[in-house]
């Protein structure tokens, strides 16, 4: 069982916008910056979300929000290209340890 | 631009150490700021955090793991190493070194397959 709680799938069509989220609590997202990172077959993840930044090269229709204890990304426009496996993570204070959530499996329709 | 590149043997035998290498090119591992990172991933599985180094020598495990695992750098050779003890078919994984903050990661490697087996 993750730390973190992320959706087992979502699945959007072209041009649509879809939130992916990510839920802990007070010890993680609550109090750190959070991570998300795509993953296409299996391949290495690569980081879509960098706490508050979007790192270059990464298409500025994704962006990142964090609530409380949720953090969400965010997908203005979805792509073919969009479709893989989404990770977040963060640091968590009682496990002393980076957590990450479960992943989500993005699918375009 | 910085790269991270894993290398080391692919086949382990249970019981033995596990050991990999980082390798930091196109920047300084010794920038203050970031934490040199190992991460795995099972197959067919999620993402687990091994554990971290500052580049002063500062290490940080993963609780599940601390017992057998070492972490180490090597700042005149840029490089950055994993050791892994008592490997059993549990530690079959793709390994992958990153670059962190500290709660994220920003720059990955390619990862490589490690197979544990007699």
């Known amino acids: 069982q993750s730390a973190l709680t992320q959706e087992a799938s979502v699945s959007g069509t072209v041009g649509q916008k879809v939130t992916l989220s990510c839920t802990g609590n007070?010890?993680?997202?609550?109090?750190?910056?959070v991570g998300w990172y795509q993953q296409i077959s299996h391949g290495a993840p690569k980081t879509v979300m960098f706490?508050?930044s979007l790192p270059s090269g990464i298409p500025d229709r994704f962006s990142g929000s964090k609530s409380g204890t949720t953090a969400s990304l965010i997908i203005s426009g979805l792509q073919p290209e969009d479709e893989a496996d989404y990770y977040c993570?963060?640091?968590?204070?009682?496990?002393?340890?980076?957590?990450f959530g479960g992943g989500t499996k993005l699918t375009v329709l | 631009q910085v790269q991270l590149r894993e290398s080391g043997p692919g086949l382990v035998k249970p019981s033995q150490t596990l050991s990999l290498t980082c390798t930091v090119s196109?920047?300084?591992?010794?920038?203050?700021?970031?934490?040199w990172t190992w991460i795995r991933q099972h197959p067919e599985k999620g993402l687990e955090w091994i554990g971290y180094?500052?580049?002063?020598?500062?290490?940080y495990y993963n609780p599940s793991l601390k017992s057998r695992v070492t972490i180490s750098v090597d700042t005149s050779k840029s490089h950055f190493s994993l050791r892994l003890s008592s490997v059993t078919a549990a530690d079959t994984a793709v390994y992958y070194c990153?670059?962190?903050?500290?709660?994220?990661?920003?720059?990955w490697g390619q990862g490589t397959v490690v197979t544990v087996s007699s």
């Open positions: 990153a670059r962190s903050d500290s709660s994220a990661f920003d720059i």
């Open positions: 196109g920047g300084s591992i010794s920038s203050g700021g970031y934490y």
């Open positions: 180094i500052y580049y002063s020598g500062s290490t």
């Open positions: 007070s010890n993680n997202i609550g109090s750190y910056a």
């Open positions: 706490g508050n």
């Open positions: 993570s963060t640091w968590d204070y009682s496990l002393s340890a980076v957590v």
